[in-house]
């Protein structure tokens, strides 16, 4: 268990240097096959009250949980909305999902282990671990792989939150920009050119920073 503990020490030092969610949750699966010896992984992720692959080992995996999106059942979609963790021993006799299960035996999917990702009260997704051999999953497995959706869950909010953070300061320095190319053209104060590149965002319906990136790049407002 000491080897698994350092392991996962190690893993939390790369998450936190990852630049992005998409690679923090790569890494995140890369760790789950290379080190925890899974067959397939994958990430769900809530997006606008709908789930979607985020990231995958592998296309069997991708087409399994394409599966229960389509399909409205499965393991993943049920562990992200009403428990901790779904364990399925084995597809081919697999009952509480008549459509997925036989779908996913037939995929190649024989065992299944979905955990669900959340910070607080916020469910974010699901981590899902599969293999081709039924019965693979035990009681440790399942506490590292309740211990990797921690990490994982931590790290994707924290990547989440940064990357939103990167943006809005992206966006505040192209709108500085601009006002203050218009102030110099038109001899506006800060507050006029800023009021400028408002007025013509709504008019356009176009995003603040939208207009402000044509200010920069033409050196004129758009017509």
Same mark, same amino acid.
């Given at each position: 268990?000491?080897?698994?503990?350092?392991?996962?020490?190690?893993?939390?030092?790369?998450?936190?240097?990852?630049?992005?969610?998409?690679? +923090?949750?790569? !890494?995140?699966? %890369?760790? #789950?096959?290379? &080190?925890?010896?899974?067959?397939?992984? $994958?990430? /769900?992720?809530?997006?606008?009250?709908?789930?979607?692959?985020?990231?995958?080992?592998?296309?069997?995996?991708?087409?399994?949980?394409?599966?229960?999106?389509?399909?409205?059942?499965?393991?993943?979609?049920?562990?992200?909305?009403?428990?901790?963790?779904?364990?399925?021993?084995?597809?081919? +006799?697999?009952? !509480?999902?008549? %459509?997925? #299960?036989?779908? &996913?035996?037939?995929?190649?999917?024989? $065992?299944? /282990?979905?955990?669900?990702?959340?910070?607080?009260?916020?469910?974010?997704?699901?981590?899902?671990?599969?293999?081709?051999?039924?019965?693979?999953?035990?009681?440790?497995?399942?506490?590292?792989?309740?211990?990797?959706?921690?990490?994982?869950?931590?790290?994707?909010?924290?990547?989440?939150?940064?990357?939103?953070?990167?943006r809005a300061v992206d966006s505040r320095k192209e709108v500085g920009q601009a006002v203050g190319r218009l102030m110099e053209r038109y001899e506006l104060t800060a507050v006029q050119?800023?009021?400028?590149?408002?007025?013509?965002?709504?008019?356009?319906?176009?995003?603040?920073?939208?207009?402000?990136?044509?200010?920069?790049?033409?050196?004129?407002?758009?017509?």
């Amino acid at each position: 268990m000491s080897d698994r503990a350092d392991d996962f020490g190690d893993l939390a030092m790369d998450l936190h240097n990852q630049g992005d969610v998409l690679s +923090t949750v790569e !890494r995140v699966l %890369e760790f #789950a096959v290379e &080190a925890l010896h899974y067959d397939h992984a $994958s990430v /769900l992720l809530m997006q606008r009250k709908s789930a979607r692959t985020f990231a995958a080992t592998d296309e069997l995996i991708t087409t399994a949980d394409q599966s229960q999106i389509d399909l409205g059942e499965g393991p993943s979609l049920l562990a992200m909305t009403d428990h901790d963790d779904v364990l399925v021993e084995d597809t081919a +006799t697999e009952t !509480r999902w008549p %459509e997925w #299960a036989p779908t &996913a035996a037939a995929g190649g999917i024989r $065992s299944a /282990l979905a955990i669900r990702l959340s910070t607080g009260h916020s469910t974010r997704g699901a981590l899902n671990l599969v293999s081709s051999e039924p019965y693979v999953f035990n009681e440790g497995d399942r506490e590292a792989a309740h211990l990797l959706a921690l990490h994982a869950s931590i790290a994707i909010c924290s990547a989440q939150v940064e990357s939103d953070l990167h943006r809005a300061v992206d966006s505040r320095k192209e709108v500085g920009q601009a006002v203050g190319r218009l102030m110099e053209r038109y001899e506006l104060t800060a507050v006029q050119a800023f009021g400028v590149l408002q007025r013509y965002s709504q008019h356009r319906n176009q995003r603040l920073r939208e207009v402000a990136r044509h200010v920069i790049e033409t050196g004129g407002l758009p017509r």
